[in-house]
């Protein structure tokens, strides 16, 4: 039974140290990895010093289940965070009863905000480095690596809608991205 | 190890169908046939599998562990998932700047090519087309499903403010 608790466990720690530190004014994403260990700890403290019979498979099945609840737990604060869609929506429940016209959400939200600040992430984090005026990846590229992977899940989904360039224009105005 | 068997092979196969589904005929609901897919294969290979085909039989707590973990993975491919299908800014800048090379990118050219009607369009209509929002008279509004749903981020953002939101 410890072995399905532990990675629960270690969800609930995981959220709960995250939040605790993020309000005690340190960096989100700060809070978010803190959290995320903290949460391990645990679990793997769990699942190591608890039930003996667990088996090697098991226990690491344990640890698998946490490494993926941990992950759609970050995804899910970063998205309220960083993606576009809870963006816009945020700024239609800040709007007047009449809502906002096109003209008046791209203004509170252009383009050139979206990637001034990712720029600005990317920059921080060392993934891409600005030397003699110009942009190029860091020493540890590991969003580019990231993103080639998944250019190359989307190649092998998508096949030939798949334009090469990043975009994915056959795609366009089909329903079904809910 | 049956429990890390079951659950990742489970996992796998479904992932298997799911590439097959999508180069054969591309669902035009995406994600929800991607939301039933994972379940389906894990029941049914619960249901059809343990103690068959030579393969090993499950204890009633093995048949939750395998959940837990086949569900989990499913979750974790389903949020990654709409990065497969939109154009994620910060992939996009990263690989410019990564094809731009040696030579490095010029700071003024995300700012060219990365425009409103690239980054901000597609996504209003993808809110329109996911009835989060909707448009009347030239105005967007959000729909009571958008109030809703929004609700869920704005709430949780806020426990992380050091005044407690708001």
Not at chain 2, 131 to 136: A, G, H, K, T, W
Not at chain 2, 138 to 164: D, Q, S, W
């Amino acid at each position: 039974m410890l072995k399905l608790c532990a990675p629960i466990a270690g969800l609930v720690l995981n959220a709960l140290t995250g939040i605790w530190l993020a309000r005690r004014r340190n960096g989100l994403l700060r809070s978010l990895v803190a959290g995320f260990l903290a949460g391990l700890a645990v679990a793997l403290f769990l699942l190591l010093a608890g039930d003996g019979s667990a088996s090697a498979g098991s226990r690491a099945a344990a640890g698998l289940t946490y490494l993926a609840l941990g992950y759609v737990y970050f995804h899910f604060v970063n998205m309220g965070e960083t993606a576009r869609r809870i963006r816009l929506l945020r700024e239609l429940l800040a709007a007047p009863p009449g809502g906002f016209t096109g003209a008046e959400l791209k203004a509170r939200y252009p383009a050139r905000e979206i990637v001034r600040r990712r720029l600005q992430r990317l920059l921080n984090n060392g993934q891409v480095i600005l030397a003699d005026g110009r942009y190029r990846l860091g020493p540890r590229p590991v969003m580019y690596w990231i993103t080639l992977v998944i250019m190359a899940w989307k190649r092998m989904l998508f096949g030939s809608g798949w334009n090469g360039d990043g975009t994915f224009e056959r795609l366009d105005g089909e329903a079904g991205n809910e | 190890m049956k429990v890390l068997g079951y659950g990742l092979g489970l996992f796998l196969a479904a992932l298997l169908a799911h590439i097959l589904i999508w180069r054969l005929r591309r669902p035009a609901r995406r994600i929800r046939v991607l939301c039933l897919l994972f379940p389906v294969f894990l029941a049914a290979g619960l249901a059809w599998l343990p103690g068959r085909f030579g393969l090993p039989g499950l204890a009633p707590s093995d048949y939750l562990e395998v959940i837990l973990l086949d569900l989990s993975l499913a979750a974790a491919y389903l949020v990654t998932y709409p990065a497969l299908e939109v154009e994620s800014p910060s992939m996009l800048l990263v690989l410019m700047v990564g094809r731009a090379g040696r030579a490095g990118l010029d700071p003024a050219d995300p700012e060219r090519d990365l425009d409103d009607r690239r980054l901000v369009e597609p996504r209003l209509k993808d809110l329109e087309r996911s009835r989060l929002v909707v448009c009347r008279d030239g105005c967007y509004r959000l729909t009571p499903a958008g109030r809703r749903f929004v609700g869920i981020f704005v709430g949780y953002r806020n426990l992380f403010r050091p005044e407690g939101g708001g």
